[in-house]
């Protein structure tokens, strides 16, 4: 007993009362989804894909509807009403009825009949890499920049051809840069070999670029870097990239912009940080000291009595400036006590009286810390 074969319509998933246009609709999407291509191995993808070919190419037809829809699958057996070979169904005329529609511009061209030509074709986008200073990111830049591209042929005007003389239309593909070949029930479309996707062929090129419409030249663009760029930013010229073909329009030029690391400030958003050594006697008993800004200048910090290594100290509008003008951020210094070196003995003895007279009070986290330690050891012997 053969397969049972199901309706037309429940394979499409489309109403018995399905317009010529939804008929299509659906057909696309099955066919994309069950598409070969996409279910390599899928002998299950490879049923579907099949049978929703089948459906449409009954459906699409007005007269071969009309007669599925009075005696269904009847219809076409022993011969009645098929087309093609192998199952009596074309599959190939199926698939090709919407080819177009789903690649068309995907190939970078139209539905347009015999001797349309191909679209020009864009130019491509250019990646420029740019680093900048901090103090830069902080001012803004106006930067020049050498680029490398393709740029329209002064010569031909970009046509690619010689003065007076005008490409022709290619006879391999009659102008749409693709040629078609059938394989099976697959129709694939491949690019022309003899006009290499053009659609035209130019017999008398351009000595300049040599019938490519374009050459190669560095190019010098002026480029303004807003103030308060950070790491990764990207910045889109458009139409500055590479010259479009057959006079397509240019693309674009993006410029990815690099932070150079800094001696003294690390940076965090529109925030820096800077760590700065303080004397262990300003640290012990309080001062000012001061500290350099991005923007070229100082300002003053007050450091109270007993300060601590790892203390933040906040100076507002001291950091770098928002992309988007919403004003600066801020500097944030972190305190560093730097122990002294290279003593003599006159400062080793100080050293040793203060140590003398030291207590509690005067070092609490060291008092405190080895209390805990105390009573560490304590517990652990017990």
Request: with cysteine.
């Amino acid at each position: 007993m053969g397969t049972v074969k199901r309706d037309y319509y429940e394979v499409l998933g489309v109403e018995r009362t399905a317009d010529g246009a939804t008929l299509k609709s659906a057909y696309r999407k099955l066919a994309m989804q069950f598409h070969p291509d996409r279910n390599e191995g899928d002998k299950e993808a490879e049923i579907r894909f099949k049978e929703v070919g089948e459906a449409y190419e009954v459906l699409k037809d007005d007269q071969r509807r009309a007669a599925y829809d009075r005696y269904g699958h009847a219809a076409f057996e022993n011969g009645g009403g098929q087309r093609g070979g192998r199952g009596g169904f074309d599959f190939s005329s199926a698939f090709t009825d919407v080819f177009d529609d789903l690649f068309g511009e995907f190939m970078g061209r139209g539905r347009g009949g015999p001797g349309g030509q191909q679209r020009a074709a864009r130019g491509q986008d250019l990646r420029y890499d740019l680093e900048l200073t901090l103090e830069e990111a902080f001012t803004g830049k106006e930067a020049t920049l050498d680029v490398p591209t393709a740029v329209t042929c002064e010569t031909c005007d970009g046509s690619g051809a010689e003065a007076g003389a005008q490409p022709v239309t290619c006879a391999t593909c009659s102008g749409h840069g693709k040629v078609r070949a059938t394989q099976g029930f697959f129709t694939v479309e491949r690019t022309c070999p003899t006009c290499q996707g053009a659609g035209r062929i130019i017999k008398n090129p351009c000595k300049s670029c040599g019938g490519q419409g374009r050459v190669r030249k560095e190019r010098k663009l002026q480029v303004r870097v807003p103030k308060g760029v950070e790491e990764g930013t990207r910045m889109r010229l458009a139409g500055e990239g590479e010259a479009g073909q057959r006079g397509g329009p240019n693309g674009d030029l993006y410029i990815f912009l690099s932070v150079a690391p800094h001696e003294i400030f690390k940076r965090e958003g529109a925030d820096l940080f800077c760590r700065v050594p303080v004397p262990f006697a300003t640290a012990a008993l309080g001062g000012t000291i001061e500290v350099p800004t991005i923007d070229g200048g100082a300002t003053e910090v007050k450091l109270p009595e007993g300060t601590q290594t790892g203390r933040q100290f906040r100076v507002r509008h001291k950091g770098m400036p928002g992309l988007r003008g919403d004003g600066l951020g801020d500097l944030y210094v972190e305190v560093a006590i730097e122990t002294p070196v290279n003593l003599t003995k006159k400062q080793k003895e100080l050293l040793r009286q203060f140590d003398a007279a030291a207590t509690e009070a005067n070092q609490p986290e060291t008092h405190g810390f080895f209390a805990r330690v105390k009573e560490f050891w304590g517990g652990a012997k017990t």
